[in-house]
């Protein structure tokens, strides 16, 4: 598991240092602090290669920019400290095989997904007579598309992706089918929404693939590619769950070696294209995803996963175990990121949360009810209220406040009480 990441004049501020939770890590905060910047370091500490652009250090006079990380395995523990070469323009030290911390998987916002398998992604120097070009990937780097239709660098097929992985499996009702089933069942918004397959079918002409279907609620089959984008980025966590751990079971059983005991899971707005009722149940439902997927309680699963959704954070509520489990709030103060690791309490619904030093909003409303309650508690707050001024609040809170509002009780008690109202 990644226990420690310090960063040193690299990022959104001079120094930001992460002691990670064991089992779930949620980053909240602003956009443009650098939540997503800190899963791509997290990634690259953990197999050595950028998901994207590598990280750009601070420059100026006596920085010395600086990643240190620690992780520990059943088998490994490394913690190192890599400095920057302005010179060679990288981070040392040179590139290397690194430890096993696991098998790694990154999910973007985008729809783009990183997988590290430490059985599969080698940086051994090529054995004679073998051509580089043939070693192993470092990683495997998948654009949005290349999910679906699959990853084949320089001709080579290293995945084939969601649409006939899918199809195959269903073809032969294998293992990896009856995993998906499963995964796909545990990651299903609710008992009364399951996500099922249905037939395979054509969708045209010119698209000889059989593509797989999902059975709606509203009794047709929609084709895997026609589906919502919620649904699209459910179903391609579920494939790729199944795909990566499969294919590691597979190449573990070719090395003659024992499979992980640990997965970490990197997720950048988990929430992204769900629905509210979908976003109260995804981070637990990942959980079990991953459990039932290797179908062993002795696998660790470490998930660090930014969020931006308050009813994420209420529906972990009961969940939450502050000896597994760390919230991290990044904020700007005086012109600087600064990163606090909260203290776990309860607050409640979605809007107590929303109204929480976490996402700082004054009210969990439209701007202009916001603005209209600021304006009436001003007046509540005053002596000597003018009957114009008492008329053109009360006209803003009628254009923006619905009729039950709870509001409406706090102020017409005090319009009686300063005499607007009988």
């Not at 470092?138 to 679906?148: I, K």
């Not at 499996?169 to 397959?197: A, F």
């Not at 304006?375 to 009957?387: F, K, S």
Request: charged share 25%; aromatic share 10%; with cysteine.
């Amino acid at each position: 598991m990644l226990e420690r990441l310090e960063l040193h004049h690299v990022g959104p501020a001079p120094q930001l240092e992460f002691d990670f939770a064991s089992r779930l890590n949620l980053l909240t905060g602003d956009n443009g602090l650098g939540k997503t910047f800190i899963l791509d370091v997290a990634w690259w500490a953990l197999t050595r290669s950028w998901a994207g652009y590598p990280a750009s250090p601070h420059r100026g006079q006596d920085i010395e920019p600086a990643i240190a990380f620690r992780y520990t395995s059943r088998l490994t523990s490394l913690e190192y400290s890599s400095t920057y070469d302005f010179q060679a323009q990288a981070w040392t030290p040179k590139p290397r095989q690194p430890g096993n911390p696991g098998l790694v998987l990154y999910a973007r916002v985008d729809g783009s997904f990183s997988v590290w398998d430490p059985a599969r992604n080698s940086w051994k120097d090529v054995p004679l007579g073998v051509e580089a070009s043939d070693r192993r990937p470092r990683a495997y780097h998948f654009a949005p598309s290349q999910v679906w239709d699959g990853l084949e660098p320089d001709g080579r097929v290293l995945c084939n992706g969601l649409i006939r992985d899918w199809a195959s499996w269903q073809g032969r009702n294998n293992e990896p089918y009856q995993q998906l089933l499963k995964v796909l069942e545990v990651l299903s918004p609710s008992d009364e929404e399951r996500i099922v397959p249905g037939e395979l079918t054509r969708i045209s002409l010119e698209d000889v693939r059989d593509m797989p279907t999902l059975r709606t609620q509203y009794n047709q089959e929609v084709p895997v590619v026609h589906a919502s984008a919620g649904f699209k980025r459910i179903i391609s966590l579920a494939y790729l769950l199944v795909w990566a751990w499969h294919e590691h079971i597979q190449a573990s059983r070719l090395l003659n070696q024992e499979a992980t005991r640990q997965i970490i899971f990197l997720v950048d707005e988990v929430e992204a294209h769900l629905h509210p009722r979908w976003q109260r149940t995804i981070l637990r439902s990942l959980l079990s995803a991953i459990s039932a997927l290797s179908g062993a309680d002795d696998v660790k699963v470490q998930v660090i996963a930014v969020t931006h959704s308050p009813l994420l954070l209420a529906s972990l509520e009961p969940l939450f175990d502050p000896s597994q489990d760390a919230l991290w709030h990044m904020e700007l103060v005086n012109g600087t990121v600064n990163l606090e690791r909260e203290t776990w309490r309860r607050r409640g619904d979605a809007n107590s949360w929303l109204i929480s030093d976490l996402f700082d909003l004054k009210e969990p409303r439209s701007l202009e009810a916001e603005q209209a309650l600021q304006q009436a508690e001003g007046l509540m707050r005053r002596e000597h209220v003018q009957r114009a001024e008492f008329d053109e609040v009360l006209g803003k809170l009628r254009e923006s406040l619905p009729d039950v509002d709870p509001f409406w009780v706090q102020w017409r008690f005090w319009a009686r009480q300063s005499g607007f109202e009988p």
